[in-house]
């Protein structure tokens, strides 16, 4: 079975705090890619991030970070500084060689960071 | 220039009634999607077809119907609309040949659908 589970419902933050998104997937392929997409207040689902199963390197994008650790299947998702415009419902997904491509997503977290 | 677009962004009907969303892509991509988001925030792929070929068809009652009539397009048709419609509908693309699932999917901005 395929699943991703974002265990946090709901953050809430003061601005400039650090803040970290739990992602956690379960899949039986070898070969699978990791997405992080934002879906602000608008409604519009924003692409963050895509990662390979191969590839265990964090990445860091500005004030984003990713830890990718495939020991325990978990993908997190870091903001440093948060402020008010990251207020958001964050996605994680998985996709796998095996499954034609859609992706299956988590429940999503809502973030919000209060001035 | 949008990448993804759908129309429309908004739309309220009565139970009963047809309804099209359409889906336009000019990323050249090969892959469209159909995907709903339920009240509750959760997304679920609907359909997918790779140079208008049907690749994915998830568990979807038949009332929903889709098409493309070529690779940049990807329409949603729906019968007899029922209260349990009602919810977010994205278009996504990707440029995956293959629908292997390597591909980052790339969404349009959504279609509220309101089912009286």
């Known amino acids: 079975a395929q699943k991703v589970t974002q265990a946090q419902t709901e953050i809430s933050v003061v601005e400039k705090e650090d803040v970290t998104l739990d992602c956690v997937y379960e899949?039986?392929?070898?070969?699978?890619?990791l997405f992080w997409y934002k879906q602000p207040p608008s409604g519009e689902l924003v692409f963050l991030i895509r990662r390979n199963s191969f590839d265990e390197q964090n990445e860091i994008s500005g004030r984003y970070s990713w830890n990718f650790q495939k020991s325990t299947s978990s993908f997190n998702f870091t903001i440093t500084a948060s402020q008010v415009v990251d207020s958001a419902v964050y996605f994680c997904?998985?996709?796998?060689?095996?499954?034609?491509?859609?992706?299956?997503f988590g429940q999503g977290t809502t973030l919000q960071v209060k001035p | 220039d949008t990448a993804v677009s759908q129309t429309p962004k908004y739309l309220v009907t009565q139970m009963g009634n047809d309804k099209s969303i359409k889906c336009e892509q000019n990323l050249g991509h090969d892959t469209m999607y159909w995907y709903k988001q339920d009240s509750k925030k959760f997304l679920k792929i609907m359909f997918s077809y790779n140079n208008k070929e049907l690749i994915i068809n998830e568990t979807v009652p038949n009332r929903f119907s889709p098409k493309s009539p070529d690779k940049a397009h990807l329409n949603l048709h729906i019968n007899s609309l029922e209260l349990g419609d009602s919810a977010v509908y994205f278009c996504?693309?990707?440029?995956?040949?293959?629908?292997?699932?390597?591909?980052?999917?790339?969404f349009g901005p959504g279609t509220r659908l309101t089912v009286l």
């Open positions: 899949t039986r392929d070898t070969t699978y890619y």
């Open positions: 997904a998985l996709s796998t060689s095996s499954n034609t491509g859609k992706l299956i």
């Open positions: 996504a693309s990707s440029q995956a040949r293959l629908a292997r699932g390597t591909d980052t999917q790339y």
